[in-house]
């Protein structure tokens, strides 16, 4: 098997066929291992790191498409300090690896801008499609709208994915991205969780369908009340 930082030729021509490059945070070998041989027979390139700081060292240098990240890592940076650094500078998608399942884990996981939250032990073929489908959407797999919109005070540019509160630029992940373009591109519709899942993360995916809440807060907290975005209890959301 590979070291981290290294390697072989599959690997390669995964990067080449682009399927990207993802990044294992994981101090367990076999775990790593056995993710990193699921990942490379479905194309993608794979590095490996035992720790936060090699693994924000990798995330650096090679500029990945998505971080498998395990919360419970060894040494002063754990995964939760390393997703915070790696929120500071980026909105690369970030998936936590973690044997907790307490609420209030994946609740902190979502809120520090975690694309998805995977308990152990987990299917490596639902792990690649999870990753596949967070790709998909990263990469803007639907069309995004070629003209900025604006509702109330934030205008979203999806080509250029970039959102401004009051013409003040405010940095969001990925998803929140997502989430708010699908809102401004579609007002006065109420939309429930599943929709919105279905609509953001991809039909199909598996998951905890509070995600939607904590994502929604999440904008709420960073576009402040230039967003009108309006709770419908018992239904979802609407963006007014």
């Known amino acids: 098997m590979r070291h981290a930082g290294l390697v072989d030729q ?22 790593s291992d056995l993710v990193d041989l699921y990942l490379r027979n479905a194309g993608f390139r794979v ?20 971080v498998l990240l395990d919360i419970g890592l060894p ?16 909105d690369l998608p970030v998936v936590f690896l973690t044997a907790r399942d307490d609420e209030v884990d994946r609740v902190l996981g979502l809120e520090l801008g975690a694309d998805d939250y995977i308990v152990k032990p987990f299917s490596p073929r639902e792990l690649v499609a999870r990753v596949r489908a967070i790709l998909r959407r990263a990469e803007g797999s639907s069309r995004p709208s070629e003209t900025p919109i604006t509702v109330g005070g934030v ?13 003040e630029p405010v940095q969001l992940t990925a998803r929140e991205f997502d989430l708010l373009a699908h809102f401004v591109e579609n007002p006065r519709i109420v939309f429930n969780r599943r929709q919105l899942l279905d609509a953001v993360w991809g039909v199909g995916w598996i998951g905890d369908e509070r995600t ?11 576009l402040g009340e230039a967003l009108p975005l309006t709770t419908i209890w018992g239904v979802g959301y609407r963006c007014d």
């Open 10 to 31: 599959q690997g390669r021509r995964g990067a080449e066929d682009g399927h990207g490059t993802v990044v294992i945070i994981e101090d367990d070998r076999n775990i």
């Open 47 to 66: 590095l490996q790191a035992p720790d936060a700081t090699r693994g924000l060292e990798i995330i650096a240098n090679e500029k990945p498409s998505l």
């Open 75 to 90: 040494g002063p940076v754990d995964g939760i300090e390393a997703c915070r650094e790696i929120r500071k500078t980026s």
């Open 155 to 167: 205008t979203v540019d999806s080509v250029r994915r970039e959102a401004t509160v009051n013409e």
């Open 212 to 222: 939607v809440d904590v994502h929604v807060r999440q904008l709420r907290r960073k």
